[in-house]
């Protein structure tokens, strides 16, 4: 089992999303930002910048993996967090609340950076008018400045809110039972998985159609996180409470393909596609990893071959709670948080794989 590099940061940490680059691109960059969210005594986010690994010299480093910039105090602890820009992001909270945050330096003169709340609003809310934990969002995939971030809760609802905006929010029932994750495959379509085992697409220009559900009957699947491949927009994965990572083919909806992948010992909280290698998952559990999970690697026509590469850390043992690849660099680069306090990096995924 392979290593993960630690930092203690004396925070549980809930959420994380890494920064888009101020010039579109990374490759100029030696450093880069991510932003963490933090649950439990520190209900905080957090600006870190950790060094390129596309650059030698990051490569060599013996300095800290992340270098605290900028906190700021957040309302409930953070359940998600997704970038719209290298300087706003969008978080959502126990507290049922989508907030908007800019980050920017303190004045002009100065280089200190800094994180202020721009706008919350109540977005989740059960019926008897208590706010509903929001536990899930994720931003449209449009490079736009009316993107638009989508979040679930424990209500059963999916909510919508333009960023510059969110007093323009709309909210939908979509399911009775808790919406654990959210994602869009399309910009026009989001997709969400349930406490219950289902996997549903969702489009509000028709709110009344729910384009499929999925049900695996073979298994008790309880779903915890989903995600939709960078380009393929019929391929979803999803994590389950057995620590299997299944694979969904939606391109015929009333038979949708799934296969499982039975990766992690326990809960699995998020999954993502490898925005530099798709072929690759990487996932977070429960059971105190991270896994790379080699999906397939037919795209050349010389068939699949299937693989895992675990991660772990001597000095973390307890869960990882949130995972995000950066899209950004040529290098994979990988950042995870926990709920013993610490930073998780590992900036080499491309490893030969341990097979199952």
């Known amino acids: ?3 993960l590099q630690v930092q203690p940061v004396a925070r549980r940490i809930t959420a994380v999303s890494w920064l888009p680059p101020h010039a579109g691109s990374a490759y100029t960059d030696t450093d880069l930002c991510f932003v963490t969210g933090s649950g439990g005594k520190h209900q905080e986010l957090v600006l870190w910048t950790t060094a390129n690994p596309d650059f030698e010299q990051a490569q060599n480093s013996e300095g800290p993996l992340a270098s605290l910039v900028a906190k700021v105090k957040h309302d409930g602890d953070a359940r998600g967090i997704a970038a719209a820009s290298s300087d706003l992001v969008a978080t959502t909270s126990s507290f049922g609340t989508i907030s908007i945050y800019d980050i920017g330096h303190t004045t002009a003169q100065d280089d200190k950076i800094s994180m202020t709340l721009r706008e919350s609003i109540t977005a989740h809310r059960f019926a008897n008018g208590e706010p509903a934990v929001g536990t899930a969002l994720a931003m449209q995939p449009v490079n736009s400045s009316d993107a638009e971030v989508a979040s679930c809760g424990e209500d059963g609802k999916i909510a919508y809110a333009p960023v510059a905006r969110l007093d323009a929010l709309q909210s939908f029932e979509v399911d009775s039972t808790v919406i654990t994750g959210i994602c869009w495959p399309t910009p026009s379509q989001t997709a969400i998985s349930t406490r219950a085992g289902q996997v549903k697409l969702f489009d509000r ?11 695996d009957p073979s298994n008790s699947y309880a779903f915890e996180c989903i995600t939709a491949h960078p380009s393929q927009s019929f391929r979803l994965a999803t994590g389950t409470d057995v620590g299997a990572v299944l694979l969904w083919d939606t391109r015929n909806l009333k038979q949708p393909t799934m296969e499982a992948f039975n990766v992690h010992e326990s809960n699995v909280w998020g999954v993502e596609f490898d ?8 996932s977070c559990s429960d059971d105190a990893t991270l896994a790379v999970t080699q999906w397939t690697s037919d795209s050349d026509g010389q068939g699949d071959s299937r693989g895992v590469r675990r991660l772990s850390n001597f000095f973390n043992v307890l869960s990882i709670n949130c995972v995000n690849v950066c899209p950004f660099t040529r290098t994979s680069i990988v950042v995870a948080g926990s709920d013993g306090g610490n930073l998780l990096i590992e900036k080499n995924t491309s490893d030969d794989f341990k097979l199952f």
Not at 275 to 282: E, L
């Open 1 to 3: 089992m392979s290593s």
């Open 205 to 215: 220009r028709a709110p009344a159609e729910v384009s499929a559900v999925f049900i």
């Open 275 to 282: 925005p530099t290698d798709a072929t690759k998952i990487v």
